[in-house]
Structure formats: C-alpha cells, structure tokens
C-alpha cells in the first residue's frame, strides 16, 4: 500500500509554479507547516508510526503482525539556471513488529521520490518504494518494491511506467 506521502510530491507537483517556492503544509503531519524560506530549501520531519497487517492483507503470513518504529520525512527543492525545480522526498522508516503468535520481526521501509519541474512539459515523476519485514529465528522474511515513473506530457496525456517485485499488498505502510 502507498503511504499517504506519496500523495505530497503530486500535490506540489500541481501547485508548482517556477516563479514561487513550494508550499509544505502536506509535507508534515501533526505540526504547524514550515514554510521554504528560499527557493532552495529542506524540511525535515520525524513522528511516530505504526501499522497492522494480517494474513488476509498479506497472504505470505500466517499470523497478524502489529508493528511501530520512526518515521523520518526530508523533502527538498532547488531551481536551477534553466528554470527548472528539482524536488526530491524521502520518508525513510525502521522499527520492530511482533506477530500475534510471539514472532518477531524487523523491519524497514524507504519511498524515495525526485521530480524536475521544467517550464513547460513533460513533467517526470519519478518513485522508488522499498518495504522489508525481517523474521527473526525461522519467521519469513516479506519484500516488497516497487519503481513508477508517472509523465505528464506536454499534450496532458499521462505515462505511467509500474514495475514490481513481491506482493503490493504486503506492504504495509
């Protein structure tokens, strides 16, 4: 599953204009947005996450697995002589799980996301998702990844690339 992150680099895709800084109000929950203080600026977050997948989410368990860790949200932009804005966001997770049998696990999770913003179009999206649940002992290991590339074309049409590897229902967060 995507995480609702990966909704921002849409959202201020959209917003964009080459002439303005980005806003950052979806950037980060639960606190008041920061905004850029330049055309070339980061901001950072971290908060607390959790998730819960069960076996009927995820058919590679046999078990509910509840797990918590940090979340770590870096969202960048920067212009460049060309007009261009390049953004880039990261959220960048790593905590532990216990299943509802005393299995363990550890796991990590990384969306990485870079855009450049010309004046005009195509618009490149491009998006790497990464989800791991380690078992410790004899519990299974879960991977899942997934790399997008989403064009808006000059003519508005949209390209959309999507290749995967493991179950995309497996991934939790």
Known sequence: MRTPQYIVLAALLAACSPDRPLATEAAVSNTSP??????NA????SE????????ADCSQLTTTVTGTG???IVLHQSPDA??????????TVNGTATGADGSFY???YQLNQRATIPPVPPIRVFTGDKFVLIGQGK???IAVRFHEEFVLNPDGSITDTFR??????????
């Open 34 to 39: 920061p905004a850029f203080a330049s055309a």
């Open 42 to 45: 980061t901001v950072t977050a």
């Open 48 to 55: 607390p996450l959790s998730f819960t997948l069960t076996p």
């Open 70 to 72: 940090i979340s770590h």
């Open 82 to 91: 060309n007009g261009n804005i390049h953004i880039s966001f990261s959220n």
């Open 106 to 108: 550890r796991f990590s």
């Open 139 to 141: 519990t299974q290991n």
């Open 164 to 173: 995967v590897r493991g179950d995309l229902a497996c991934d939790a967060i």
